[in-house]
């Protein structure tokens, strides 16, 4: 049985920063690719960044240069490091691991989300 259990989250000024944490429990957390989504009111849930078992990252056009998705497979912890942060990303931030070592975009577990909010 795979549980995601995501961390983190909270209010924070425009400019500021958070760290998300996600803690998996279950077999082979090294071979699976992770990452963290978000869904704000009325909007589709979005990929904000992934990372393959290799530790290779992918992001949104909108993480890019800001948000930093890193893992310690000693832990079976996934961090998603978020800088410069803008009140549009205000969101429920979700975690997810993947089916194969390479990408999550297909099936898999999700976390129960932790909100993030950006405001002054």
């Known amino acids: 049985q795979v549980h995601l259990v995501e961390s983190g989250g909270g209010l924070v000024q425009p400019g500021g920063s958070l760290r998300l944490s996600c803690r998996a429990s279950?077999?082979?957390?090294?071979?699976?690719?992770m990452g963290w989504y978000r869904q704000a009111p009325g909007k589709e849930r979005e990929l904000v960044a992934s990372?393959?078992?290799?530790?290779?990252?992918k992001y949104a056009d909108f993480a890019q240069g800001r948000f930093s998705i890193s893992r310690d497979n000693r832990e079976k912890t996934v961090m998603l490091q978020m800088n410069t942060l803008k009140p549009e990303d205000t969101a429920v931030y979700y975690c997810?691991?993947?089916?194969?070592?390479?990408?999550?975009?297909?099936?898999?577990?999700w976390g129960q989300g932790t909100q993030v909010t950006v405001s002054p």
């Open positions: 997810k691991r993947g089916t194969t070592y390479y990408s999550v975009d297909r099936g898999g577990y």
């Open positions: 279950g077999p082979f957390f090294d071979l699976y690719a």
């Open positions: 990372i393959t078992s290799a530790g290779d990252p």
